[in-house]
């Protein structure tokens, strides 16, 4: 019996002892996606009504003879791999030929998980998830990836991978095997970046290589993009964790002069840094304490931005005000210098450290960001109250 192999995780392949056929040798969308589903359902006979209903819409001209004329292109184009029918027709259907064996990945894949579930000892566990996750290449094609009859397996196949990348990187963590946890735990990241257990593991494996300045640069990161994406700015379980490796590695994170330091010798870095609260806690410890230390003086700005004539009650999301908060952060972003700290703190509130800055320079800085920003505003009617407090005098609760 003639035996083919099917690669539909990454990039779709067809292999046979006398050829190959990868997706970039199809040109045509429709074609790969009649092929792929012709494989996914070999054992059962499709029937032309089906078929059209899959890949045509209500108004296409003639379809049964659009369906022929394809079936005929796939034909041609299997000949690749060698001269045999590959297609069989019946009474008003079409059908894989049941004669020509095929071996897949994503059915050897589902074999290795259901093994898994029943494994104990934790070294062949980890083998298992190993060779689970190392097969997994970046789930099924693109190009048949958003189809209606794939989609459900799609998403099955991402959260099967990312639920063993859990269990590898647990196991791989009583051994304190950080590296490795990173190294998986960026590739998941890859596939569903909004997977909170997914960044938490990264962030851990980060911690346990002392990486912590860079820990604290990806932690603001993602909170960014949970704000972006899910108008979640601080997801909880992460957050939780951050606050316990802070807690956890406290004596080992960089005082905010070296922070801020390192932060300046990167390309991407322009102006203020911006974090979220948790950090900005941090931060303002440590300098409170070198201030203690030096005798020194610093301040730390709240600035409020608010709608004339209206209270804010909180309830809802004011569309006006969360325009205003992304034209005040821009204008942070190009106000404020380099070794400036910022932080959102609400709905409507950001809050500067100012190191090094007098209480007259804090004040012209306040005036300055005021004045630039009201020229942006247009026909908004928003006010911005600024206010400036010597750090010491701060609670930062």
């Known amino acids: 019996m003639k035996k083919i192999k099917l690669q539909l995780f990454g990039n779709f392949c067809l292999q046979s002892d006398k050829g190959t056929l990868s997706e970039d040798m199809i040109s045509s969308n429709q074609l790969i996606r ?23 819409d209500n108004d296409s001209r003639n379809p049964k003879g659009s369906l022929k004329n394809l079936v005929y292109r796939l034909r041609n184009t299997l000949k690749v791999l060698g001269d045999d029918e590959y297609i069989c027709t019946h009474a008003e259907a079409y059908q894989w030929n049941p ?3 095929v071996e897949t990945d994503y059915e050897q894949w589902e074999k290795k998980l259901s093994e898994l579930r029943g494994l104990k000892d934790e070294i062949q566990k980890e083998k298992l998830c190993t060779q689970i996750v190392s097969t997994y290449n970046g789930n099924v094609s ?22 063993t990348v859990k269990v590898l990187c647990a196991l791989l963590e009583q051994q304190k095997r950080w590296a490795e946890i990173e190294t998986y ?3 998941a990241m890859k596939v569903d970046s909004l997977d909170e257990d997914i ?6 494996s980060l911690y346990g290589q002392n990486k912590y300045d860079l820990a604290m640069l990806h932690y603001e990161k993602v909170n960014k993009m949970f704000y972006e994406s899910m108008g979640n700015y601080y997801p ?10 802070l807690t956890e590695n406290g004596d080992s994170i960089t005082d905010a002069e070296e922070l801020q330091k390192d932060l300046s010798t990167l390309e991407e870095t322009k102006g ?5 609260y948790q950090v900005f806690r941090q931060i303002y ?6 201030l203690k230390r030096f005798g020194m003086a610093e301040y730390v700005m709240f600035l409020t931005l608010r709608r004339k004539n209206k209270i804010f009650e909180g309830t809802a999301v004011d569309p006006v005000l969360e325009k205003g908060m992304s034209l005040l952060e821009k204008q942070l972003r190009s106000s404020l210098r380099i070794g400036d700290v910022v932080t959102r703190y609400s709905v409507t509130q950001f809050i500067v450290l100012l190191p090094a800055c007098s209480y007259e320079s804090g004040i012209k800085v306040g005036e300055r960001i005021e004045r630039q920003f009201r020229d942006t505003l247009n026909k908004m009617r928003l006010e911005l109250k600024v206010e400036l407090q010597e750090l010491s005098a701060y609670e930062c609760e």
Not at 34 to 42: D, S, T
Not at 144 to 153: M, P, Q, T, V, Y
Not at 199 to 204: A, D, S, V, Y
Not at 285 to 290: D, F, I, K, N
């Open 34 to 56: 009649l092929l792929a589903y012709m494989l996914i359902y070999r054992d059962k006979v499709q029937t032309h009504q089906k078929l059209i209903e899959i890949f045509w």
């Open 99 to 101: 004669e020509i064996e």
């Open 142 to 163: 693109n190009r048949i990836a958003n189809e209606s009859w794939i989609l459900s397996r799609v998403m099955g196949y991402q959260s099967q991978y990312l639920d």
């Open 185 to 187: 735990s960026s590739q």
């Open 199 to 204: 960044q938490i593991m990264f962030l851990r």
């Open 236 to 245: 909880e379980k992460l957050r939780a964790e951050f606050q316990k490796l």
């Open 272 to 276: 203020a840094f911006f974090t979220d």
């Open 285 to 290: 410890r440590m300098e409170s304490r070198r």
